[in-house]
């Protein structure tokens, strides 16, 4: 089955930084897009930036020139570099894997929690 596990969460003071990574197992085929999202307390699920096999990245208006998305198909890892980071980018962020063939075939990591805090 496939799994899905995010590290490298943890506190930082705003203007800090911190890179994410999603690591995805137990698939034999590859995955179409993957993407970050974001849930803060007493907020709906957002997503936050989104990369294709291919490279092509997408990015929320909130984080676009902060946030940059990456991923290394070899290892089958995703990564999210964030920098100059504010008090509203803490949420629970979770990596979400779409391997193109419909709903059946999206997956979901557990989250990792960033705070932002002075």
């Known amino acids: 089955q496939v799994q899905l596990v995010e590290s490298g969460g943890g506190l930082v003071q705003p203007g800090g930084s911190l890179r994410l990574s999603c690591a995805a197992s137990?698939?034999?085929?590859?995955?179409?897009?993957m993407g970050w999202y974001r849930q803060a307390p007493g907020k709906r699920r957002e997503l936050v930036s989104t990369i294709t096999s291919g490279g092509t990245t997408n990015y929320a208006d909130s984080v676009k020139g902060r946030f940059t998305i990456s991923r290394d198909n070899g290892k089958n890892t995703m990564y999210l570099q964030m920098n100059n980071l504010k008090l509203e980018d803490t949420a629970v962020y979770y990596c979400?894997?779409?391997?193109?063939?419909?709903?059946?075939?999206?997956?979901w990591g557990q989250g990792t929690q960033v705070t932002v805090s002075s």
């Open positions: 979400n894997a779409d391997y193109g063939r419909g709903r059946e075939f999206v997956y």
């Open positions: 137990g698939s034999r085929i590859s995955i179409n897009i």
